[in-house]
């Protein structure tokens, strides 16, 4: 995409947000380094499901209990 492209496609009203979100936007693994670590905990969803189990019953503390188990796995101390 051209730049000339890329700023009228950004104009518009509906593409707004993406103009909002580009300004606040971090790298996978911020504020530590990223790497495959980080990715890895991202792409399995570690943080998502552990507010997902809490949401659905299971006592916070156990789900957080959970997900700092299986961070544990990815980032041995």
């Given amino acids: 995409m051209s730049d ?3 700023r009228t496609a950004l104009k518009g009203p509906r593409t707004t947000v993406f103009r909002e979100t ?8 911020y504020a530590g380094p990223p790497g495959r670590r980080a990715t890895e905990a991202l ?6 499901d552990m507010f997902a189990k809490a949401i659905q019953g299971t006592p916070p ?3 957080v209990k959970w997900a700092a ?7 041995p101390a």
């Fill in 4 to 6: 000339a492209t890329r």
């Fill in 22 to 29: 580009l300004a606040n936007a971090r790298q996978v693994g």
């Fill in 43 to 48: 792409t399995k969803f570690i943080i998502v």
């Fill in 61 to 63: 503390e156990d789900a």
């Fill in 69 to 75: 188990g299986e961070l544990r796995k990815i980032y």
